[in-house]
């Protein structure tokens, strides 16, 4: 059974920085790719970034291109995200999220570009960010 747990989020001031944490259990993550994704209140929830397990390719959103990093630690089976100079429409829950890479001919392939939520088939809990102005 796999399990995301998140943690790491709080009140930041703007330009503060806050690193998000996400605990993967449950088995092998090699051949997942694993994303960060926010929801503000009243908005659709929206990609941040993703890194492939494996090799470590990662991809971000415009929005945080430049102040965001997302790594992980293979002995640790967690996912990070540094987020720096953070700005008040940073403010919204940051979910962790994991999708398995490996399916047949013709169904999800990975590429390196911005993904959807419907892409992932695991999701932590989220945990809320805000940045004060």
């Known amino acids: 059974q796999v399990q995301l747990v998140e943690s790491g989020g709080g009140l930041v001031q703007s330009g503060g920085s806050l690193r998000l944490s996400c605990a993967a259990s449950?088995?092998?993550?090699?051949?997942?790719?694993m994303g960060w994704f926010r929801q503000a209140p009243g908005k659709e929830r929206e990609f941040v970034a993703s890194?492939?397990?494996?090799?470590?390719?990662?991809y971000y959103a415009d929005s945080v291109k430049g102040r965001f990093i997302i790594t992980h630690d293979s002995a640790k089976n967690t996912v990070y995200l540094q987020m720096n100079n953070l700005q008040p429409e940073d403010t919204a829950v940051y979910y962790c999220a994991a999708r398995y890479t490996i399916t047949p001919p013709g169904g999800f392939q990975y590429e390196s570009r911005e993904m959807y939520s419907y892409e992932f088939d695991f999701w932590g809990q989220g945990t809320q960010v805000t940045v004060s102005s």
């Open positions: 449950g088995r092998s993550f090699s051949d997942y790719v």
């Open positions: 890194i492939m397990w494996r090799g470590g390719d990662t």
